[in-house]
Nanobody, 121 residues
């Protein structure tokens, strides 16, 4: 499992946008071979899957973010970004990225520090 670093969180008003970035920390393998997922954990709630991008570029989204969030990857810059538009207070959470196939958060033994997203007026 590759170790990843999240960045880009912040405070935004409802209806606003943020762009999160996930980058690889060390390692010798090309970032392009990894399937990358974004998860989030809101206060008092379990960590949930948000979006995935496969090594071949195939993307999938949770119903709660479909049409508002876009996941993309840049294998030259070694990043996977999550563009979040039309943000709602319910999107407030710590956002994490990870590498793998499972959308079940409990499948992963390692997590980074995440990046806080707060949607509030």
């Amino acid at each position: 499992q590759v170790q990843l670093v999240e960045s880009g969180g912040g405070l935004v008003q409802p209806g606003g946008s943020l762009r999160l970035s996930c980058s690889k920390s060390g390692g010798i393998f090309s970032f392009s071979i990894y399937d990358i997922l974004w998860f989030r954990q809101a206060p008092g709630k379990q960590r949930e899957w948000v979006a995935s991008i496969r090594s071949d570029g195939t993307t999938t989204y949770a119903n709660s973010v479909k049409g508002r969030f876009t996941i993309s990857r840049d294998n030259v810059k070694n990043t996977v970004d999550l563009q979040m538009n039309s943000l709602e207070p319910e999107d407030t959470a710590v956002y994490y990225c990870n590498s793998g196939r499972s959308v079940v958060a409990e499948s992963y033994s390692w997590w980074g520090q995440g990046t806080q997203v707060t949607v509030s007026s």
